[in-house]
Each structure stands twice: as C-alpha cells, then as structure tokens.
C-alpha cells in the first residue's frame, strides 16, 4: 500500500486511492510525482526512526531509576563520553585542582587536570613551572623533574617557539599554549597506584603581527603514572605521544588579533570523569 491509500474510512475493506497528478510536463510530470512520494516516504521513514531512538531512551531511563531489585549487573554500561555524576574536586592549590578521591574517577580527573597544568604556559616560566611541579608531583620526585625540565625548557627551546631566551613573550605578541582533554583512560588501577592515559588537544604559539610562529594546533596522549601521597593523587612519571589525530577540517584561520583575544577572554575548566 501507498502512503496515500487509507482503509476504513468509508466502510469494512473500502480503499482511496490516490489519483496521479495531472501531467503538465511531457519531460518529466510523472517521475516527478514519484521522486515527491520517495521524499515523503524517506522523512517518515527518518521520524519513526527518532521515534522510536527516543522512547528507547525515555525506557533506558525509567529502567534505571526503577532497577532497585535487579541490581547493578542490570544496569546498562555507562558511555565513554558520560560523567561520573561525582564533584570532581575538593580544593584548589595555585590554581590547581586538587583533593580528588580515592578511586579510578578521582585518577582520572586529577591526570585530566594535571595535564591542562603541565601543557599550561606557566610552564615556561621557571617559578611558575616549580610551582606546578610542587603541586602535582610527589614530593620524593619533585627535585629531579625540576633538574629535568629546567634542561628542557632551555632558551633554544624557548627561541623555536619564538620566546625571548628567558621564556617570556615579546613585545606586540601574545604567548598562547594551552591543552585540553579529550578523554581518559585507566589502564592499570590499586588504591594506591594508576596509571591514566589523557588524549589531549593542544595550541602552542605566539598570536601577533609579527610573529613568525603562528598558533597551531596538536593531538597527543598523555600518559601518567599516579600514586596516592599525602590524601591526594600525585604524578610519579610521565610521558606523551602523537595522536590519535583527526583529519584537519576546512576552518579558516583566524587572523592574530582574534586569536589573541579569545585567548585572553576565554578561561579554562575544571575537568572530571
């Protein structure tokens, strides 16, 4: 039966049948009314199927307010990409998140967080960057991981990225390095050691009209070693790797000055699981 064919209007087994549309086309008047009931068909074909996505939805979600008795196994597993309804963070320090909980959540928040920290442009300042290090290390690793990235953040390092030697910005320019958390990972996990990998995105330059070293952006995974210290989780390694990277969309770039200004008017967020 046709869209157009209705049963039951009229009496038991009676049928309407639509009638074709009056040719005014020699070329194409009947294709055309074919096409037209083609497109009727695929938009109700696509309603009923969100129809029938959203009262699946609305059912999922009565099963699991109602599931009292059927117990955890029951329960659907939760998304990827769904939070774990639980307040990430107790506390801050320097402007660090900190006071996470003692479970694979709180080892993924704090690794999320910690990563926007080490990714930061307070990196290339040497108070700045013990600071962080004093915050999120242990204290037994702290020292080393000082000695370590006082080498790297070194002036060549600074003058590739376009940074005077000292690591801070030069006149008429903006610095612009931040990261940001795509997802996390545990891949080993005790009460008192994790390890979380962070697949991150990145922008790293400076964002002016003389610089020669435009603001760009990288995918990368982070992946940390934790351990539980002093009441709060505290990064023993870590290390970073390329990608997973998607393929570059077809965004135009924006000019300097909007760039610097987004950055300067956009703040970052506290991540969780």
């Not at 920290?117 to 037994?140: C, H, N, W, Y």
């Amino acid at each position: 039966m046709s869209l157009g064919d209705e049963q039951g209007h009229g009496g038991a087994g009676e049928t309407r049948t639509r009638l074709p549309e009056r040719e005014t086309d020699p070329y194409g008047g009947a294709r055309r009314g074919g096409r037209s009931s083609s497109r009727s068909l695929v938009t109700v074909v696509g309603v009923v199927v969100l129809l029938i996505a959203a009262i699946a939805f609305a059912n999922r979600g009565d099963d699991d307010a109602s599931g009292g008795d059927a117990g955890s196994e029951a329960k659907p597993k939760v998304a990827t990409t769904a939070a774990s309804g639980t307040k990430p963070v107790a506390s801050k320090a320097g402007g660090i998140p900190t006071g996470y909980s003692r479970d694979q959540q709180g080892a993924e928040s704090a690794a999320a967080n910690y990563s926007v920290a080490l990714g930061s442009a307070e990196m290339f300042s040497k108070t700045q960057r013990d600071s962080i290090l004093q915050t999120i290390i242990v204290p037994s690793r702290v020292a080393g991981m000082e000695a370590a990235l006082d080498r790297a953040y070194s002036p060549a390092l600074n003058k590739s990225i376009g940074l005077n030697d000292d690591g801070t910005t030069p006149k008429g320019n903006t610095f612009v390095s931040r990261t940001s958390p795509i997802g996390t990972k545990v891949t080993e996990f005790t009460t008192s050691t994790a390890t979380v990998e962070v697949w991150c995105s990145g922008l790293l330059g400076l964002a002016g009209q003389s610089s020669t070293n435009p603001v760009t952006n990288s995918w990368f995974t982070i992946t940390m070693k934790l351990q539980w210290t002093d009441g709060d989780w505290k990064i023993v390694t870590h290390s970073q790797k390329e990608g997973p990277a998607p393929v570059p969309g077809d965004d135009k770039a924006s000019t300097a000055d909007d760039m610097a200004k987004a950055v300067e008017e956009y703040g970052g967020f506290t991540y969780a699981r």
